[in-house]
Each structure stands twice: as structure tokens, then as C-alpha cells.
């Protein structure tokens, strides 16, 4: 059984920044893809950042392209996203994943999902 556990979601106003961490407890999954969703009220889960097993293949949606920053460390079994010059249209609640995906943007490839961590901006 693989569990994910997020941490280091808050308040922080709009331009600030905030780093999200993910630890795997149980089974590890140090060797899988790794990445982060979010989804907002009344909206579907987007995809966020992706980081391949070894961190050779990155890959961010536009909206978070050149702000946040996805890495991992096997050692450790942790993946982290670095939220920089956030907006408030970046409220949500950010999911970390885990799993052998072939889509990494569709939420239904991924194996693991933690419960979640709610990021919210002020303006």
C-alpha cells in the first residue's frame, strides 16, 4: 500500500511564494513518475507538473510555466513543488501523484494520489 502525504500548503498573498512537499509512507515509489494536480472550487483537476523517474523529463502547464518548480529526491522518496510570484487564480487544493503513467496530464493515469493540500492567495 502506497500513501502520499502532502504538506506546506497556506495562506500567502498574491506575489509571494510557497513550496509543497510530498513524502511516500509505505511501499516506496521512489522510481515512478511523479507530479502535482490541483483543483479549484467548481472546477475539474488540472494537471500541474510532471518529473520523470530520474528528473530528466519536466513538464509544466502554461499557466504555472515559469513560476513553479517541480523536483524530486529518490533518496528521500519526496517530490516538491516550488510555487513562485503566485496569483490568485492559483488557489486550490494541490495534489501530489505517484504511478507508471503513459498520459501524465490526465488525472485517470496515475496510480497514487494524496489527500490533498490546500494552497490559497490573497489578492
Known amino acids: 500500500q502506497v500513501q502520499l502525504v502532502e504538506s506546506g500548503g497556506g495562506l500567502v498573498q498574491a506575489g509571494g511564494s510557497l513550496r509543497l512537499s510530498c513524502a511516500a509512507a509505505?511501499?516506496?515509489?521512489?522510481?515512478?513518475?511523479k507530479g502535482w494536480f490541483r483543483q479549484a472550487p467548481g472546477r475539474e483537476r488540472e494537471f500541474v507538473a510532471f518529473i520523470s523517474r530520474f528528473g530528466g523529463n519536466i513538464v509544466y502547464s502554461d499557466p504555472v510555466k515559469g513560476r513553479f518548480t517541480i523536483s524530486r529526491d529518490n533518496a528521500k522518496d519526496t517530490v516538491d513543488l516550488q510555487l513562485n510570484s503566485v496569483k490568485p487564480e492559483d488557489t486550490a487544493v494541490y495534489y501530489c501523484?505517484?504511478?507508471?503513467?503513459?498520459?501524465?496530464?490526465?488525472?485517470?493515469?496515475?496510480?497514487?494520489w494524496g489527500q490533498g493540500t490546500q494552497v490559497t492567495v490573497s489578492s
Open positions: 509505505g511501499r516506496t515509489v521512489s522510481t515512478s513518475h
Open positions: 501523484v505517484a504511478g507508471n503513467v503513459g498520459e501524465a496530464t490526465i488525472a485517470t493515469s496515475w496510480n497514487y
